[in-house]
């Protein structure tokens, strides 16, 4: 299983590893070259495991190691879990659920990151491995569940929610094999809490500093506007999963959810109504709340927080929620169902592979085309006599030759840019455009020349006193 999941991941990321990309923050770390940033981060274990990669705190440019290491990790992780279900299915389709661990859209963006891909997916992997049952020596097991979960959030905090998300669908699946489960519930959940109030209370105030990170894991002061910032978070999460599957192909999310509920409704009427089932109110409970919770854990504790980061790479549980899905509609339904279950996901399953394939194209593209635009501006600044600076105003437009991906999976945009407005100077810096780079001032912004020192489809330059600036505003 690991071995099928990883040659997947493989080939669906073969642009990422066979070109050199660079994406959002990389930027600025290549220019700074501070291997221990994430620390500032709450993120601690990624500066640590960083300077074992590169045996240096100046980080060191060792792209694919970083994204083949987290798919490695990852590909384990996922077919170790699945396999700890125990699901009585065929083989091959036991593949295609670790596969469709790995074939979640949403974690095409931190495999796009050169650094942060194998502590982001680390800490994925961390999520699944902490979640599998144990059967013997609790205590033992307790302790390392939670220092798999203590090293998970001090990697990337928000795989908290995959974690939830691979507890509920092995509570489910042990309740399918008639073994014990709150047990396995209570232990999950209360190995949890330790690592949550060392990491709260004593590891993050100590190490995180940047402004950033401070804000977005604020949480939400109780009151009435709490429910407002709650609504508002949930709607941006829906909203970002509307745009994953615009149109007609929200069906493959809208369908298996409709069927999973369906079956889980058939499941609790089957049991209420056989007398011999013991706890069986407690485990119709289960079962009713159980679709419910998964599918919560795609926002999930984001809906907590002040100012919560919605983006893809905040999606994790994604992957467990068409795990949940599958589980349910294949150990429901009856066989001659299954061929055209094992279609639909299979179709699914493509269509997300595709569409990381397309994000990873995209991403690579538009940084070959603004190191394209890069270069001419460099070589018109050669030109410019006395300028003691340089400014950029607004962003350059998007590649026109990836407009028709942009339109086939929307995701691309929210993936977007692989430069920001606030990395747009470290960028050039790393190009060395032989001037310090400024903000822009408001004088600067409002200003319009006479004359243009060159014009073209992609940007504009012109000189505002000893300041030359670079208006990527006005296209042709």
């Given at each position: 299983?690991?071995?099928?999941?990883?040659?997947?991941?493989?080939f669906?990321?073969?642009?990422?590893?066979?070109?050199?990309?660079?994406?959002?923050?990389?930027?600025?770390?290549?220019?700074?070259?501070?291997?221990?940033?994430?620390?500032s981060?709450?993120?601690?274990?990624?500066?640590?495991?960083?300077?074992?990669?590169?045996?240096?705190?100046?980080?060191n440019?060792?792209?694919?190691?970083?994204?083949?290491?987290?798919?490695?990790?990852l590909?384990?992780?996922?077919?170790?879990?699945?396999?700890s279900?125990?699901?009585?299915?065929?083989?091959?389709?036991?593949?295609?659920?670790?596969?469709?661990?790995?074939?979640?859209?949403?974690?095409?963006?931190?495999?796009?990151?050169?650094?942060?891909?194998?502590?982001i997916?680390?800490?994925?992997?961390?999520a699944?491995?902490?979640?599998?049952?144990?059967?013997s020596?609790?205590?033992?097991?307790?302790?390392?569940?939670?220092?798999?979960?203590?090293?998970?959030?001090?990697?990337?905090?928000?795989a908290?929610?995959?974690?939830?998300?691979?507890?509920?669908?092995?509570?489910?699946?042990?309740?399918?094999?008639?073994?014990?489960?709150?047990?396995?519930?209570?232990?999950?959940?209360?190995?949890?809490?330790?690592?949550?109030?060392?990491?709260k209370?004593?590891?993050?105030?100590?190490?995180?500093a940047?402004?950033?990170?401070?804000?977005?894991?604020?949480?939400?002061?109780?009151?009435?506007?709490?429910?407002?910032?709650?609504?508002?978070?949930?709607?941006?999460?829906?909203?970002?999963?509307?745009?994953?599957?615009?149109?007609?192909?929200?069906?493959?999310?809208?369908?298996?959810?409709?069927?999973?509920?369906?079956?889980?409704?058939?499941?609790?009427?089957?049991?209420?109504?056989?007398?011999?089932?013991?706890?069986?109110?407690?485990?119709?409970?289960?079962?009713?709340?159980?679709?419910?919770?998964?599918?919560?854990?795609?926002?999930?504790?984001?809906?907590?927080?002040?100012?919560?980061?919605?983006?893809?790479?905040?999606?994790?549980?994604?992957?467990?929620?068409?795990?949940?899905f599958?589980?349910?509609?294949?150990?429901?339904?009856?066989?001659?169902?299954?061929?055209?279950?094992?279609?639909?996901?299979?179709?699914?399953?493509?269509?997300?592979?595709?569409?990381?394939?397309?994000?990873?194209?995209?991403?690579?593209?538009?940084?070959?085309?603004?190191?394209?635009?890069?270069?001419?501006?460099?070589?018109?600044?050669?030109?410019?006599?006395?300028?003691?600076?340089?400014?950029?105003l607004?962003?350059?437009?998007?590649?026109?030759?990836?407009?028709?991906?942009?339109?086939?999976?929307?995701?691309?945009?929210?993936?977007?840019?692989?430069?920001?407005?606030?990395?747009?100077?470290?960028?050039?810096?790393?190009?060395?455009?032989?001037?310090?780079?400024?903000?822009?001032?408001?004088e600067?912004?409002?200003?319009?020349?006479?004359?243009?020192?060159?014009?073209?489809?992609?940007?504009?330059?012109?000189?505002?006193?000893?300041?030359?600036?670079?208006?990527?505003?006005?296209?042709?």
């Amino acid at each position: 299983m690991f071995l099928f999941t990883l040659a997947f991941a493989l080939f669906i990321s073969v642009p990422l590893w066979s070109n050199k990309n660079y994406y959002g923050d990389d930027f600025m770390r290549l220019y700074t070259g501070e291997g221990i940033i994430w620390t500032s981060n709450g993120r601690p274990l990624t500066s640590v495991l960083h300077y074992f990669l590169t045996f240096s705190t100046t980080l060191n440019d060792i792209s694919p190691v970083p994204l083949l290491a987290g798919l490695a990790v990852l590909s384990f992780s996922a077919a170790l879990f699945v396999y700890s279900l125990r699901l009585n299915l065929p083989f091959v389709l036991t593949v295609l659920l670790s596969v469709g661990i790995v074939a979640n859209p949403f974690l095409a963006q931190p495999m796009l990151y050169i650094w942060d891909s194998v502590s982001i997916l680390g800490a994925f992997s961390l999520a699944m491995l902490a979640a599998i049952p144990y059967s013997s020596r609790p205590l033992k097991y307790f302790f390392i569940t939670a220092v798999l979960l203590l090293s998970m959030l001090m990697f990337y905090q928000i795989a908290i929610n995959l974690y939830l998300s691979c507890v509920i669908i092995t509570a489910y699946c042990l309740i399918l094999r008639q073994q014990p489960v709150l047990r396995f519930m209570i232990a999950k959940i209360c190995a949890l809490v330790p690592p949550i109030l060392i990491y709260k209370f004593i590891i993050a105030p100590a190490i995180i500093a940047d402004s950033y990170s401070l804000t977005s894991s604020q949480l939400i002061a109780p009151g009435i506007d709490a429910i407002a910032v709650m609504q508002t978070t949930l709607l941006n999460f829906v909203t970002l999963l509307q745009t994953t599957f615009p149109g007609w192909k929200m069906v493959f999310v809208a369908l298996p959810a409709l069927l999973t509920f369906l079956c889980i409704i058939h499941k609790i009427k089957h049991l209420l109504s056989d007398k011999t089932q013991p706890h069986r109110i407690a485990v119709a409970v289960f079962y009713l709340l159980s679709p419910i919770l998964v599918i919560m854990m795609l926002p999930g504790v984001s809906i907590l927080l002040n100012n919560a980061v919605v983006a893809p790479r905040t999606m994790p549980a994604f992957s467990t929620v068409t795990l949940f899905f599958m589980i349910v509609l294949f150990s429901t339904t009856p066989r001659w169902l299954h061929s055209t279950l094992f279609t639909g996901f299979i179709a699914s399953l493509m269509y997300t592979s595709v569409m990381m394939v397309a994000i990873f194209n995209t991403m690579i593209k538009e940084q070959d085309y603004l190191s394209s635009v890069a270069w001419m501006i460099k070589a018109d600044l050669s030109r410019v006599r006395d300028v003691e600076n340089v400014t950029f105003l607004s962003v350059l437009r998007t590649f026109p030759d990836t407009t028709n991906s942009r339109q086939a999976f929307p995701l691309i945009d929210a993936v977007s840019p692989a430069v920001s407005s606030y990395t747009y100077p470290y960028f050039f810096q790393s190009r060395n455009v032989g001037l310090p780079i400024i903000k822009p001032t408001s004088e600067i912004r409002s200003y319009r020349p006479a004359e243009y020192i060159s014009k073209n489809c992609d940007y504009r330059l012109f000189t505002y006193q000893k300041t030359a600036v670079v208006d990527f505003s006005d296209g042709c």
